[in-house]
């Protein structure tokens, strides 16, 4: 008779079943094994200790010594004021009126000495284009169309003269046009100088050459010194290297 083996009785047939939950059991205690932690029992009684000890420590009571305030000042007793009765007799000062009326006369008469009047020169200005004698640029001679086409040259002269282009305006790159204002008053003096232009370090360049300007013999209109008021451009360009 031949023996059969019955298939419920197949022990093997769930064997990676099993493989796979044991082995995510053993995954699952050996995460746990590593992450578990420990600590040592004597160093936490010492801190529960030192805590204690801390919070039972008694703080001193101090005490303030707040010195008493001063005493008042005694009272100063004055004197006995005494009344004494008035028996004399006071006379009445009677004073009279300073107000005058139109009935009062006029007895003294004050002498009026005459008042010097000073007569105070005007400053006149009268413009370049128009002025009968133009300033004098020193070195210049000629008649009037002959001085004023020499002080134009001149004033040319001087500003390539003493043309100086900032630095820290050529390294920024600042170029333009700056206008100059100024008065050759009568005393031929260069005063008023203002200037208008596109940067402050352009402006301050221009002032400077301005300032260097000589004295001149003051400008003339009906022969009597006047102040002569003047404007020129002076161009700040780089030149391309």
Excluded at 18 to 32: E, H, I, K, P, Q
Excluded at 44 to 70: A, H, V, Y
């Amino acid at each position: 008779m031949e023996l059969k083996k019955n298939p419920k009785a197949n022990v093997g047939r769930n064997s990676s079943l099993y493989f796979a939950v044991g082995l995510n059991v053993m995954l699952v205690l050996t995460y746990l094994g590593l992450e578990h932690k420990t600590y040592e029992k004597e160093s936490t009684k010492i801190d529960i200790l030192m805590l204690q000890d801390q919070l039972e420590e008694d703080i001193p009571i101090t005490t303030i010594n707040i010195p008493p305030p001063p005493p008042p000042p005694k009272a100063i007793v004055s004197e006995a004021i005494k009344v004494v009765e008035d028996v004399d007799d006071v006379e009445e000062t009677v004073v009279e009126s300073t107000e005058m009326s139109q009935d009062d006369i006029i007895e003294e008469v004050v002498a009026v000495e005459e008042v010097a009047v000073e007569e105070v020169e005007e400053d006149i200005e009268v413009p370049f284009a128009v002025i009968e004698k133009v300033p004098i640029f020193p070195g210049c001679k000629g008649n009037n169309a002959a001085l004023k086409a020499c002080f134009q040259k001149k004033m040319q002269e001087h500003l390539h003269k003493h043309f100086r282009y900032p630095t820290v305006a050529a390294e920024l790159n600042i170029t333009g046009r700056v206008f100059v204002f100024f008065l050759i008053d009568k005393d031929g003096k260069v005063t008023k100088i203002r200037t208008r232009g596109p940067d402050k370090l352009l402006e301050t360049e221009a002032q400077r050459i301005i300032s260097l300007l000589p004295k001149m013999e003051p400008g003339k209109q009906r022969n009597k010194p006047v102040g002569v008021p003047y404007s020129i451009p002076i161009n700040f360009v780089l030149q391309q290297q």
